[in-house]
């Protein structure tokens, strides 16, 4: 076994933890860089209906890639669980299963995005002035979105192995190419809306060339031979069972986002604006939660596999403790600097940049909340639990946010932003009580006596 997988298993669990994770977030910031990137260029030099139109195809897109995202999740706590309980053959058998699934997924994506986005966009009310752009935007985010699928489902292996710093290299290079092309296409070429897509589908294409070769240069149990890819029924019905979950419970969350979006859609084009550049930034923050989400997702995955009960308690609330003080931190400063940030999105809109405002006092600064949350979900699919947690997250975030929509936001008194956005923060607590509740219930059934010859194996065995 080699170094990366025994540090889950042995060894100080805070430093370890920390480690593991920083390379995550530095990760997922270059992702999101990719989105940040094209509403930047957009907003410099094509103005503020670009950068809403660009805005306004975000939680229709995650709708459609979060359920097949979800697969990814349930590949690498497969993986996990083999590890920690050292079968090289499933792992194995999980990688060469993983990456056709990766490209069937992203071909059915294909297949929908390109011919759905302009009637979904519609029915979100988008704008008609913001309609046209938003439909060329995402019919080419979704020409290139097989790239997608196949990064996040061998880079959810990596980490899985304890790999987080090969996708940190590898995206980095792919954000440099897609700031490039951004640039070049907008500038050069007078794309607007296109061009930034098609340089986001580029550099996406980078990263998964790289990611792939990465677990083919690999000389463990999860290293990648293309000519041994196939599904196997035992490994894809594991990823499917704890993964399906997952990925509904992501879909049904961009639900409730599509019809807040919706919402947001029916004050204009200038809120738009403003609540497109603020959810970017917001993004930022999330992501620096959302890495100790996967941390826990791997860490308790291999030591639940491994049957060291004692740590995954432990690894629970050294998450939760770590979310809960970067949370407070990353967000209380992106409010404090909100004015700054938001107008490297919008030059030519004081109002949207005051509506952008708005957003992230009621969403970024207690985002703290939805890491909260996420950790606790997280810490129950480690241990093999998936359809408890997507039941409670379906009910208690997206039931609450449209419940919330469809009531108390309907009050003429009550009908505005400031109120569209507070149910964030009020299903974000609801959700991570039960969801805390229902991992020590969870944990309790597998641990109330650890056995005591169930030790983490030394180096070499």
Known sequence: MNQSNRNMLQGPLFWNIITYTVPIILTSLLQLLFNAADLIVVGQFCGS???????????????????????????????????????????????H???????????ILTFVGIFLSEKALALMGTPENVLPLSTTYMQIYFAGITFTMVYNFCASILRAAGDTKSPLV?????????????????????????????????????????????LMRRTDACKL????????????????????????????????????????????????????????????????????????????????????????????????????????SVGSLACLLGPQLLSIYITDSPEAIGYGMIRLGYICLPYFLCGLMDVSTGALRGMGASFVPMVISVLGVCGIRIFWIYTIFQME???????????????????FVIQLAAFLWVYRKHAIVEPETCQAPVSGV
Request: charged share 10%; aromatic share 10%; hydrophobic share 50%.
């Open 49 to 95: 209906v670009s950068v809403a139109a660009v805005g306004a195809t975000g939680s229709i897109t995650n709708l459609m890639v979060n359920f097949f995202i979800g697969l990814s999740v349930g590949a690498g706590v497969t993986v996990a669980h083999a590890l920690g309980s050292r079968e090289d053959d499933v792992v194995s058998k999980t990688v």
């Open 97 to 107: 299963t993983a990456l056709p699934t990766a490209l069937v997924s992203g071909v």
């Open 170 to 214: 590898y995206l980095f290079i792919a954000g440099i190419v897609n700031v490039v092309l951004n640039v070049f296409f907008v500038t050069q070429l007078h794309m607007n809306v296109a061009g930034v897509a098609l340089a986001t589908t580029i550099s996406q294409g980078i990263s998964a060339v790289l990611v792939v070769s990465a």
């Open 225 to 328: 031979r293309l000519g041994k890819m196939r599904f196997h029924k035992r490994q894809l019905r594991k990823m499917i069972r704890i993964g399906l979950p997952a990925g509904i419970q992501g879909s049904l969350f961009s639900i409730s986002n599509v019809i807040i979006q919706s919402s947001v859609n029916s004050f204009g084009d200038v809120l738009m604006s403003g609540n497109a550049a603020a959810a970017n930034i917001e993004g930022f923050v999330y992501v620096c939660l959302n890495a100790f989400h996967q941390t826990a997702v791997n860490f308790i995955g291999q030591n639940a596999g491994a049957k060291q009960y004692r740590r995954v308690y432990k690894i629970l609330w050294i998450c939760l403790g770590c979310v809960l003080v970067v949370g407070l």
């Open 413 to 431: 008194a009550y009908h505005t932003p400031q109120c569209l956005y507070f149910s964030y923060p009020v299903s974000w607590t609801v959700t």
